[in-house]
C-alpha cells in the first residue's frame, strides 16, 4: 500500500461548481498536511496548510483533516475556470529526527468547464 | 519579489553527459531540496540540504550529485550514471526542515534525452 493515495481523476466540473479533492495515507504519525496546486508546466504552488485535524478555510478553498480515518479532503466553492490545475496532497510527520520528508500524492487533475 | 527560480526551463542531455540544473532561491531560507516529478507519480526527493556545505540523499539520489557552496544556490547535477533521466525537476526551499515549516517551489526544469 502507497503512503498517501490520491485519485489521479481527470476531474471535470462546470463553473460554479463545489469542488471535493481527496487524499488517504496509511501512516497514523502524519501530522502535518498541505494542498499544493500545479499549472501546467510549472512549479507546485502551497494553497493550505494545517495541522493535526479539524478544518481551515481560505477563501473559496477549505481544508479538512480526519486522522481517526486518514483522510484529508480539499473543498473549492464556486470554482472557476482559473482553477483548472492538478491539486498535489502532501503531509509529514514530526519525528525523532531533525527532518521528516514530505510524502506528495500523485495528484488530481482539475478542469473547470465554463 | 522573493521566490525560487530555477534554470534552463528546458533541457537535453546526450548520452554520455552530465548536465547541471541550477536553483537559486531569494527567501534567506536555510533549507533546500530537490524532487523527480514522473507523471502518476508522487514527488520523489532526490536530494535536500539543511545548512550551507552539508547535504543528505533523499530517496532516490543515485545517478545524481548536488553542493551546497553558498546559502542561496543548491545546483543538481544529474550524471550519465542515471540512466533514465527524462522528467520534470523541481527544486524547493523551507525556512527550516521542521515540519512546521512548508516547502515553496520553483518552476520545474524539463529534462529530455536527446
Known amino acids: 500500500q502507497k503512503e498517501v493515495e490520491q485519485d489521479p481523476g481527470p476531474l471535470s466540473v462546470p463553473e460554479g461548481a463545489i469542488v471535493s479533492l481527496n487524499c488517504t495515507y496509511s501512516n497514523s504519525a502524519f501530522q502535518y498536511f498541505m494542498w499544493y496546486r500545479q499549472y501546467s508546466r510549472k512549479g507546485p504552488e502551497l494553497l493550505m496548510y494545517?495541522?493535526?485535524?479539524g478544518n481551515k478555510e481560505d477563501g473559496r478553498f477549505t481544508a479538512q483533516v480526519d486522522k481517526s480515518s486518514k483522510y484529508i479532503s480539499l473543498f473549492i466553492r464556486d470554482s472557476q475556470p482559473s482553477d483548472s490545475a492538478t491539486y498535489l496532497c502532501?503531509?509529514?510527520?514530526?519525528?525523532?529526527?531533525?527532518?521528516?520528508?514530505?510524502?506528495f500524492g500523485p495528484g488530481t487533475s482539475l478542469s473547470v468547464i465554463p | 519579489d522573493g521566490g525560487i527560480t530555477q534554470s534552463p526551463k528546458y533541457l537535453f542531455r546526450k548520452e554520455g553527459q552530465n548536465v547541471t540544473l541550477s536553483c537559486e532561491q531569494n527567501l534567506n531560507h536555510d533549507a533546500m531540496y530537490w524532487y523527480r516529478q514522473d507523471p502518476g507519480q508522487g514527488l520523489r526527493l532526490i536530494y535536500y540540504?539543511?545548512?550551507?556545505?552539508?547535504?543528505q540523499k533523499g530517496d532516490i539520489a543515485e545517478g545524481y550529485s548536488v553542493s551546497r557552496e553558498k546559502k542561496e544556490s543548491f545546483p543538481l547535477t544529474v550524471t550519465s550514471a542515471q540512466k533514465n533521466p527524462t522528467a520534470f525537476y523541481l527544486c524547493a526551499s523551507s525556512l527550516g526542515t521542521v515540519p512546521n515549516q512548508p516547502q515553496h517551489f520553483g518552476d520545474g526544469t524539463r529534462l529530455s534525452i536527446l
Open positions: 540540504s539543511q545548512i550551507v556545505n552539508d547535504f
Open positions: 494545517t495541522y493535526s485535524s
Open positions: 502532501a503531509m509529514s510527520a514530526v519525528g525523532k529526527t531533525s527532518y521528516d520528508k514530505v510524502i
